[in-house]
């Protein structure tokens, strides 16, 4: 009778599924414990606990912004918007062949070209377009040319990712059909794939805009040119009425793309 | 002899496409123009960039040894930290600023934190960290929790809205609690995505973790800035692949992890 009464409180898990995901938990809890401690070696404590005065001093000196200073950066946002918007171009152009060397069904050889493509999608997507455009400043000197490119390398690895995974799923049966009208392989992926993949890929094309516009905001730390470019200055100088007002026009921008792509990709669906 | 042409998809009108395609070449030639470039500095460049091109193939693992470890390490433990901490406070921010589980005020006041953490960048959040708790992994700590925040946030939000309510109204009937409502019905619904998500956002922290070094919030990103700014682009090269190892092996993990859980 005991042993029937037990059972009779429900449970959600069984027992060894239950131990299972207590050591999940408890070995997650150790290894942010142990993390935490080796993270803050270096931690200054004092710098830490003086920090809401130091938050109320900048508070204070960045308000009233200097909404005046506007005047200047209409040219910087210009510079930021062709950077998105180029680097976004640049980048969909390189990632077009890789998309379609990388994809299962389109590759010429599975064993050769697809890791390759695969390696060049993985680098471009782990390695930031800050870093990008410190390399190229050193490379190709200061100016929106290296913000361009970063952004370009950047967005290879994104768009062809996604490219390549809505081309394995697009429908064979109009490959076939178009095949066996004796069509070359280049007029098989022009009527056949690319009409399949054309809605996707604008749509792509248009989110990695939008993130492109956030990323092309800070390239000018490290002097890549656009609106950053004037954030970095105007920090140097400890000018913060000036900093705010470049902040709120950064956040603006962003909003008024992301609203934009939204409202562009639901046009497209 | 008419030749049968393929159907336009997007713009089946003539006269549209061809404005459409004017606009944009208009916009590639004012774009273009607009690009100032000194091409002696790029010739001077060029040289640079074929050294690079040799660091990245033959990397240089042992000049910065001791700076290449010690900035990896603490990436990685910024990362685990920031993610465990962000995830956590995210799942109040993603409760709160779901429409059908929360009261109004509450669902204003997360969804405006959310946005405002997602619009913003992390390389500024991190400046102005950096300028109010000192220079170190604690900056970087708190503004890659922000960032997380705002991402699984937002995510978590929309999964929650998406719920099978039926289930929830199951639980409700059988006078369960709040906590037990969140708990038996929601967090089952959203636990499987919510996992794969809290991974992705690892990924995430740890490739961000390398950048907001630039601007002193610890991390990997110091040790290639001053790389890169002394030219040495075979160490350079050498942090440059570990990243991309580190975040491959991250995206293999979580694909396996992924897969046991559901």
Redesign the interface.
Known sequence: MGELEQKLVWE?HTKRKAWIVWGFWFA?TL??IY??V???E???WF??YD?PV??AD?IDRMFPPEWLYINKLYKAL??TL?IA??GT?LGVILAFPVAFLAARNTTPSTKFVRPVALFII??S????S??WA??LV????P???AG?IAIGLRSIGFVAKLLYESIEEINTTSVEAIESTGASRFQTI??AII?QI??AF?GIMIFRWDINI??S??LG??GAGGIGLF?SSS?NILAWPQVTLI?LV??AT??VS?YLSAKVRRL?I | MRTWERPHYLVPDKRWRIALWIAFFLYLIVGIGSIEVNWLRVYEGLERGGRFVEGFLNPNFTRRAADIYSGIYESLTMTVTSTVVGILLSIPFGMGAARNISPKPIYLFCRSFIAVSRSMQEVIVAIFLVALFGFGAFAGFLTLTYATIGFLGKLLAEEIEEIDKKQLEAIASTGASWLQRMHIAIWPQVMPRMIGLSFYRFDINFRESAVIGIVGAGGIGATLNTSIDRYEYDSAGAVLILIILIVLACEYLSGWIRKWVS
């Open positions: 959600s997650i290894l942010t993390c935490w080796e993270m803050n270096d931690t200054i710098f830490v920090a130091q938050a900048l210009w510079d062709n918007t180029l171009l993985a680098s997507r782990s390695i930031n800050l870093i410190l390399l050193t490379i190709l000197g100016g929106i040319l361009i022009n009527y009409p054309l809605p604008l956030r990323e905001t800070i730390l490290v954030l920090m902040i950064i956040l962003v909003i992301e497209l």
